[in-house]
C-alpha cells in the first residue's frame, strides 16, 4: 500500500460549495505533488481497467497560503483509457473545508463515489453525507453533482436538516449552495428536537421514488 499526502497551492476563488471542493481536489491531485502511485499499461478492457491507482490517500490543499481543504479515501482508482474516462473510490471518499481556524465549515462524505472529468459529474453513494458552508445539511443514498449544470439531484429518500427543522422527502433538485431547492413526494418537517438522527433511514426507508427529470448520462453506473 501507497501513502498521498501533500500540499498544492492555488489562487482559485469563488469556492462556496463542498461540492466544488471535491472538484478542485480532484484537479490537484492529478496535476501536483509527489505521491507514490501504480500505473497500469492498458492493453485490453479498458472500460474495466484501471490506468493509476493510489491507496490511503491523505491530502492538503492550500488557498492562498493557508491550508484550507483536506480529502481522505482508501482507495483511488482512475480509468483514464475508458470511453468516458473516470475516476472511481471504491471505499468512499471524505473531503472537507477548513475556515480560518481550522475548524470545519463544509463536508462530503459517501461510502463509493464516481466522477467523470469530460462530464464535470459526480455520483456519490451508500451514507450520503453533504454539509454546506451555509450551514445545511443533506443526507440521502444516492447524490448526483452536475458540476457543469450547477445542480446536485437525487430521486431517493432524502433528510435536508436547515436550522432547526428537518425536511424529508423523496427527490430533491437543488443549486450546488443549495439555497434553491424542490422537494418531490414531501414526507413532513419536524423539529430537530423531535427527530432522532439515525443517518442508517436513508438507506432503509420505503417508498416510490419519485423522477426528478434530469437527464443522466448512460455512462452512470
Known amino acids: ?8 497551492k492555488t489562487n482559485k476563488y469563488g469556492i462556496t460549495t463542498t461540492f466544488a471542493v471535491v472538484v478542485m481536489l480532484l484537479l490537484f491531485m492529478a496535476s501536483c505533488g509527489k505521491e507514490n502511485k501504480e500505473v497500469v499499461e492498458v492493453t485490453f478492457d479498458p472500460e474495466n481497467t484501471y490506468t493509476l491507482r493510489t491507496t490511503d490517500v491523505s491530502s492538503l490543499i492550500s488557498d492562498s497560503g493557508i491550508t484550507r481543504y483536506r480529502m481522505n ?7 483514464g483509457k475508458a470511453k468516458e474516462p473516470y475516476s472511481y473510490f471504491p471505499q468512499g471518499v471524505y473531503v472537507e473545508k477548513f475556515d480560518s481556524l481550522f475548524n470545519v465549515e463544509a463536508s462530503v462524505k459517501a461510502d463509493t463515489a464516481y ?9 456519490l453513494i451508500g451514507h450520503v453525507s453533504i454539509l454546506s458552508q451555509e450551514g445545511k445539511k443533506l443526507d440521502t443514498s444516492i447524490l448526483y453533482f452536475d ?6 439531484y437525487t430521486d431517493e429518500y432524502f433528510e435536508l436538516e436547515e436550522g432547526d427543522k428537518i425536511i424529508t422527502g423523496i427527490g430533491f433538485k437543488s443549486n450546488q449552495n443549495m439555497t434553491k431547492y424542490k422537494i418531490f413526494n414531501s414526507q413532513g418537517t419536524f423539529p430537530v428536537s423531535d427527530t432522532a438522527r439515525d443517518t442508517s433511514r436513508v438507506n432503509t426507508a420505503t417508498g416510490d421514488s419519485v423522477a426528478v427529470n434530469i437527464a443522466k448520462p448512460d455512462s452512470i453506473k
Do not use: N, P, S
Not at 500500500?1 to 498544492?8: S, V
Open 147 to 152: 458540476q457543469k449544470e450547477d445542480q446536485i
Open 73 to 79: 479515501a482508501k482507495e483511488w482508482l482512475v480509468f
Open 115 to 123: 466522477y467523470w472529468d469530460k462530464k464535470g459529474l459526480y455520483k
Open 1 to 8: 500500500m501507497t501513502e498521498t499526502r501533500f500540499l498544492c
